[in-house]
């Protein structure tokens, strides 16, 4: 049975903004759902970062409310990986089985039905632009009514490819996690949240190794209320802790990037923590190097 169309097409996208690419996808999805309200969340994801976008789209997912997401980062376009559309909560996601959606899936309740989406229209000259040829098409059905069923095949939902969980490490007065994301402001999302700085004991004062670099950081609960210069460890918008400044860049401070591994410390455990070292010298990428283990359970 059609079902009523509800909600808006939401796109997430590495495609950037200096090309036509976001443009025509929008343009495609007006074109066969007139009247479609189309909601750009990003198409500034860095080309070909398929962790980076399924972050975003985890971050983003609930908040949406009803609708269909297209999101397209994808290297393996015209490879044999699958296209596919998925029914989570009350969104219907678009995109390739790459590992850009399950983290978003899982923040929305976790997938209830999939399907495979068959390749471009037989005749097509290129196999090189899905985001056009396949998922806005697809997009545009699921937002007039169409059943996931009439799209493709069924699939099972838990086949769906996975990207490796981030890393996190708790253990009595120290934890050590990932940098998920730097934003455009500085700020250091990690993948631990406050129950992991509970479990590990930590205080209202913290040593931060990072970049090479000791530094001092104090709990806050907004950026304004750090001193000047100041380090602050806080609970960002989406419930993980986070390393930031007051009008600075807190990774230009640490010297770190996403990838990276930052070791928070009680500050009674953190050795020459006792004031910060005022360096982010060194190698950003030599954080990278701490010995942790993947904790299957973290939720980016």
């Known amino acids: 049975m059609t079902r009523r169309a509800v909600g808006a097409v939401f796109l997430l996208t590495d495609y950037g903004t200096a090309d036509e690419f976001a443009g025509v996808v929008r343009a495609v999805v007006q074109r066969d759902a007139p009247g479609a309200p189309v909601i750009d969340l990003t198409h500034e994801v860095a080309p070909f970062d398929v962790r980076a976008g399924a972050l975003a789209l985890s971050r983003a997912a609930p908040h ?10 994808d290297p393996g376009v015209g490879t044999p990986r699958r296209a596919v559309a998925v029914l989570a909560g009350s969104l219907r996601f678009v995109g390739p089985d790459n590992g850009l959606l399950p983290w978003a899936l899982d923040a929305v309740g976790g997938p209830r039905q999939a399907v495979a989406l068959p ?8 196999s090189t632009f899905d985001g056009r040829d396949v998922f806005a098409p697809a997009a545009a059905r699921l937002w ?12 099972d939902p838990a086949g769906l490819e996975r990207l490796a969980p981030p890393r996190l490490a708790v253990s009595p007065g120290m934890l050590e996690a990932e940098v998920q994301w730097v934003d455009r402001f500085g700020n250091v999302q990690l993948a631990a949240r406050p129950g992991d700085a509970a479990r590990a004991g930590l205080g209202a004062e913290v040593g931060v190794t990072a970049g090479g670099s000791t530094h001092r950081a104090r709990a806050a609960t907004t950026f304004a209320l750090l001193p000047d210069g100041g380090l602050g460890l806080v609970v960002d918008a989406n419930g993980h802790l986070a390393l930031v ?10 010297a770190v990037r996403p990838g990276d591994i930052v070791t928070v410390q009680a500050a009674g455990d953190s050795g020459s923590a006792a004031g910060d070292s005022g360096s982010a010298a060194g190698d950003s990428g030599s954080a990278g190097s701490t010995a942790v283990r993947a904790d299957e359970d973290a939720a980016p």
């Open 245 to 254: 400044c007051d009008r600075r860049s807190a990774a230009t401070v640490l």
């Open 144 to 155: 007039r009514g169409a059943p996931l069923a009439e799209l493709g095949d069924d699939i």
């Open 119 to 126: 390749g471009p229209p037989a005749g097509q000259a290129a």
């Open 64 to 73: 949406l409310g009803a609708g269909v997401v297209v999101a397209v980062v």
